[in-house]
């Protein structure tokens, strides 16, 4: 059985960081596609960063600014997501996402396995 473990979250100060980790179990994973998506209160899932196998990544440029990056290893089964300069706005439970290739995409109807999520506050 695959899982997704989501670790890292928790309440931080604006202009803070945090880094969250996303453990993948049941089967290896460094061939394939993970992603980090958000979801804010009232709001729609939101796409955050992707990541290949190789490291070749994509983000949600305008949520993210430069500020956060997705990395990997894959010895390890992990992805990581280092969140620098949070701002109130990044208030969501973030989830970890994986794909059963290495395509990479912004959809989330596109990944087939999820992780609980973990959340993440902001206070300003």
């Known amino acids: 059985q695959v899982q997704l473990v989501e670790s890292g979250g928790g309440l931080v100060q604006a202009g803070g960081s945090l880094r969250l980790s996303c453990a993948a179990s049941?089967?290896?994973?460094?061939?394939?596609?993970m992603g980090w998506f958000r979801q804010a209160p009232g709001k729609e899932r939101e796409f955050v960063a992707v990541?290949?196998?190789?490291?070749?990544?994509?983000y949600n440029a305008e949520a993210v600014k430069g500020r956060f990056t997705i990395s990997r290893d894959n010895a390890k089964n992990t992805v990581y997501l280092q969140m620098n300069s949070l701002k109130p706005e990044d208030t969501a439970v973030y989830s970890c996402?994986?794909?059963?290739?290495?395509?990479?995409?912004?959809?989330?109807?596109?990944?087939?396995?999820w992780g609980q999520g973990t959340q993440v506050t902001v206070s300003s």
């Open positions: 996402a994986a794909r059963r290739d290495s395509q990479l995409f912004r959809d989330a109807g596109k990944y087939d396995y």
């Open positions: 049941g089967r290896t994973f460094s061939r394939n596609a």
């Open positions: 990541i290949s196998w190789i490291g070749g990544s994509i």
